[in-house]
């Protein structure tokens, strides 16, 4: 059932009504004050007879005869002194009763057919909304989203039309959002791909050319290839879990001492193959919250990334600073440096610096964004080329 919220709308009712109801009263208030004039005429006209006939009698007996209510009288006496109800001021009075009667049913009949077609005017322009909504609904199944709002009324319609606008909106948000993942799927595969054909294309070159003279040199290098075939991997399926939301993270009190502890032990062999100390300093014994294993493998990830492009016998700070809204740990390391052209772009899956090693896949930082975040912190970067980079991650309280 459709309920109309038109203010005007029940104005008008309201005012066609009492319109109504005035006029009705006005003709009722006519027809009794007519009503009366003509009693009162005919009660003087009576009295004036009665006075010309009987100048002696006296006003109490006069007010007797008319107060007299007795109705087991003649009730045609007034026949026997010539009055009849055919012609007198009773059968005008009656006369007045039956217009009075008849003009009021006008007025109720008058007041129905207004109502009725008031009616049918509002449910035509009710078919014509629904026909309306219907072919947009049409419209939208077919991936059409545009809608005209045009007018600011207040009737179910209007408010109905302004909540179609906004699902409109948002249905066109989501289409365009789902087409922009349908572009970076197929980009992500063909990635995927290119990242996975290329070390077993190597691998494929080195069983080749392998022979009793090269193969342990050979061995080692397919085995170096598969391991980062492996980190690429796991790296993915990973990821593949962040983009279908299947993670569910803890929210543990972490002692940052504890999770750095672990971190530089996860790159301990190739800081020392490159003769790196990673030096941890500042407030050691603060507590962030998050779930310690993601935690490690994005820092992981972060302090891999600095090792891979850090310099021999260089250093790498973990600085880790408190304060009442973050708590912040800056990895910085002495490196190559990031230009800026390829700093927008670090924490794109794929994507590969300049000065980026062979073994690079693209991909670590991306995924310690996605925890970091996922884990309501942020990370950010600062580099310039030849001096090093920090990368800053807080964890908000």
């Given at each position: 059932?459709l309920?109309?919220k038109?203010k005007?709308?029940?104005?008008t009712?309201?005012?066609i009504?009492?319109i109504?109801i005035?006029l009705?009263?006005?003709?009722n208030?006519?027809?009794y004050?007519?009503?009366i004039?003509?009693?009162?005429l005919?009660?003087n006209?009576?009295?004036a007879n009665?006075l010309e006939k009987?100048?002696?009698?006296?006003k109490?007996?006069i007010?007797s005869?008319?107060n007299?209510?007795?109705?087991?009288?003649?009730?045609?006496?007034?026949?026997?002194?010539?009055?009849y109800?055919?012609?007198?001021?009773?059968?005008?009075n009656?006369?007045?009763v039956?217009y009075n009667?008849?003009?009021?049913l006008?007025l109720?009949i008058l007041l129905?057919l207004?109502l009725?077609i008031?009616?049918?005017?509002?449910l035509?322009?009710?078919?014509?909304e629904?026909?309306?909504?219907?072919?947009?609904?049409k419209?939208i199944?077919?991936g059409?989203?545009?809608?005209?709002?045009?007018s600011?009324?207040?009737?179910s319609f209007?408010?109905?039309?302004?909540e179609?606008?906004?699902?409109?909106i948002?249905?066109k948000?989501i289409?365009?959002?789902?087409?922009?993942?349908?572009v970076?799927l197929?980009?992500s595969?063909?990635?995927i791909?290119?990242?996975?054909?290329t070390?077993?294309?190597?691998i494929t070159?080195i069983l080749?050319?392998?022979?009793e003279?090269?193969?342990?040199?050979?061995?080692?290098?397919?085995?170096?290839?598969?391991?980062n075939?492996?980190?690429?991997?796991n790296?993915?399926?990973?990821l593949?879990r962040f983009?279908?939301?299947?993670?569910?993270f803890k929210?543990?009190?972490?002692?940052?001492s504890?999770?750095?502890d672990k971190?530089?032990?996860?790159v301990?062999i190739l800081a020392?193959?490159?003769?790196i100390?990673?030096?941890?300093k500042g407030e050691?014994h603060?507590?962030?919250?998050?779930?310690?294993?993601?935690?490690?493998?994005?820092?992981?990830?972060?302090?891999?990334n600095s090792?891979?492009?850090?310099?021999?016998n260089?250093n790498?700070?973990?600085?880790v600073?408190n304060n009442?809204l973050?708590?912040?740990?800056?990895?910085?390391?002495?490196?190559?440096g990031?230009n800026?052209?390829?700093?927008?772009h670090?924490?794109?899956?794929f994507?590969?610096c300049?000065?980026?090693?062979s073994?690079?896949?693209?991909?670590g930082l991306?995924?310690a964004k996605?925890?970091?975040?996922?884990?309501?912190?942020?990370?950010?970067?600062?580099?310039?080329?030849g001096?090093?980079?920090?990368f800053?991650?807080k964890?908000f309280?």
């Amino acid at each position: 059932m459709l309920i109309f919220k038109n203010k005007k709308y029940l104005i008008t009712n309201i005012l066609i009504i009492l319109i109504f109801i005035l006029l009705i009263y006005i003709s009722n208030s006519l027809f009794y004050q007519k009503y009366i004039n003509n009693n009162n005429l005919f009660l003087n006209n009576v009295i004036a007879n009665i006075l010309e006939k009987y100048p002696n009698i006296t006003k109490e007996e006069i007010v007797s005869l008319l107060n007299n209510n007795n109705n087991n009288k003649n009730k045609n006496i007034l026949n026997e002194y010539g009055i009849y109800l055919d012609n007198s001021y009773v059968l005008n009075n009656n006369k007045l009763v039956k217009y009075n009667n008849i003009s009021n049913l006008a007025l109720v009949i008058l007041l129905s057919l207004s109502l009725f077609i008031i009616y049918l005017i509002k449910l035509k322009k009710v078919n014509k909304e629904l026909n309306y909504i219907l072919s947009y609904l049409k419209n939208i199944n077919m991936g059409i989203y545009k809608l005209e709002i045009d007018s600011n009324d207040e009737t179910s319609f209007s408010l109905l039309k302004n909540e179609l606008l906004k699902t409109t909106i948002m249905l066109k948000e989501i289409a365009s959002i789902n087409q922009k993942d349908k572009v970076l799927l197929k980009k992500s595969l063909e990635d995927i791909s290119h990242q996975i054909k290329t070390p077993l294309t190597t691998i494929t070159l080195i069983l080749d050319n392998i022979d009793e003279t090269n193969y342990k040199e050979k061995v080692k290098d397919m085995k170096r290839i598969v391991v980062n075939l492996n980190f690429l991997i796991n790296s993915l399926l990973k990821l593949a879990r962040f983009d279908a939301n299947t993670i569910t993270f803890k929210r543990d009190k972490i002692l940052v001492s504890d999770l750095l502890d672990k971190v530089i032990l996860n790159v301990s062999i190739l800081a020392d193959l490159k003769e790196i100390e990673i030096i941890k300093k500042g407030e050691l014994h603060s507590f962030v919250k998050g779930d310690f294993n993601w935690e490690e493998e994005a820092l992981t990830n972060i302090l891999k990334n600095s090792l891979e492009h850090s310099l021999k016998n260089n250093n790498i700070e973990i600085i880790v600073e408190n304060n009442k809204l973050y708590t912040s740990i800056t990895i910085k390391d002495q490196g190559v440096g990031i230009n800026e052209h390829d700093l927008k772009h670090i924490f794109e899956r794929f994507y590969k610096c300049e000065n980026s090693t062979s073994s690079s896949v693209g991909i670590g930082l991306s995924l310690a964004k996605s925890i970091i975040e996922h884990d309501e912190g942020s990370i950010s970067v600062i580099s310039k080329v030849g001096v090093g980079t920090s990368f800053i991650i807080k964890y908000f309280k």
